[in-house]
């Protein structure tokens, strides 16, 4: 099975390599495969991983929400399990939205009066 560098993968997913021993080191993606030098050496199932990762990172999601939502698609839980598990953070999302959306109307209107 072909593998990658360190510095291919951050090449690969735009994320740093801090970033992906960070990934390994919480458990996120991994474990890591290492080369008979010690170095780590990532597969394309790694890559999904980090993809995924960072996806939910994008989104909001936490590194508590992200460890139980990975040990939840590496163990038994059901799909509706899952689903249900990002329904709520979705929803959660959407109330975090509408929080800021009426900040930037707040700050707007200041903006309004003080021009």
Do not use: N
Not at 68 to 76: A, I, N, S
Not at 87 to 102: F, K
Not at 106 to 113: N, V
């Amino acid at each position: 099975m072909a593998t990658l560098t360190p510095a291919a993968t951050v090449d690969r997913t735009g994320v740093s390599l801090d970033t992906l021993r960070y990934y390994e080191r919480e458990g996120l993606i991994g474990p890591i495969g290492r080369t008979a030098g010690g170095h780590r050496a990532y597969t394309e199932e790694d890559v999904f991983w980090i993809g995924l990762v960072t996806c939910f990172r994008d989104a909001g999601l936490g590194i508590a929400d992200l460890r139980r939502f990975v040990e939840m698609l590496r163990g038994d839980q059901s799909r509706t399990e899952r689903v249900a598990f990002l329904r709520e953070r979705r929803t959660a999302m959407d109330q975090q939205m509408t929080a800021l959306r009426r900040a930037m109307q707040h700050l707007d209107d200041k903006i309004a009066y003080y021009s």
